[in-house]
């Protein structure tokens, strides 16, 4: 696999970028940008681990409970556990679902904004082009 170095410098050339145009400070910004984006990953990750877990877990546990009510619990425990663990794998299932669509939201801004920037920087360019003619 090619090393990080290499690969930024083609991704630069993709975008009609050339890497020694670059100065120090703005390479020391994407750094600092990349540094911040792979501790984001790194946190959402585990979160979204932990999350799943959770979610898993109560509907797992709901599950236990209702198939331990009859030998376990007295009834007035068992359906009160019961209804918690439901209740909860309903919480949990909604919030993912919500916090599923709003990542899918932010996506979708980020791809816009991805696009504006890009729109923007060809507008530019044809600007030049034309006060050149």
Do not use: P, Q
Not at 14 to 40: F, M, P, Q, W, Y
Not at 87 to 102: D, E
């Amino acid at each position: 696999m090619a090393d990080e170095g290499s690969l930024g410098e083609r991704l630069l050339k993709t975008n009609g970028i050339n890497a020694a145009g670059i100065s120090e400070s703005d390479r020391e910004t994407l750094r600092r940008l990349l540094e911040r984006d792979r501790k984001r990953m790194r946190r959402m990750r585990l979160l979204t681990m932990i999350g799943w877990g959770l979610f898993a877990g109560t509907w797992i546990f709901a599950a236990v409970v209702v198939n331990a009510e009859a030998t376990v619990f007295s009834h007035s425990v068992a359906l009160f556990l019961i209804y918690a663990a439901l209740c909860l794998a309903a919480i949990f299932t909604i919030s993912f679902a919500l916090r599923a669509y709003l990542f899918h939201v932010r996506e979708s801004n980020v791809h816009l904004i991805e696009i504006e920037a890009r729109l923007a920087g060809i507008e530019e360019r044809l600007k030049r082009l034309e006060t050149g003619k």
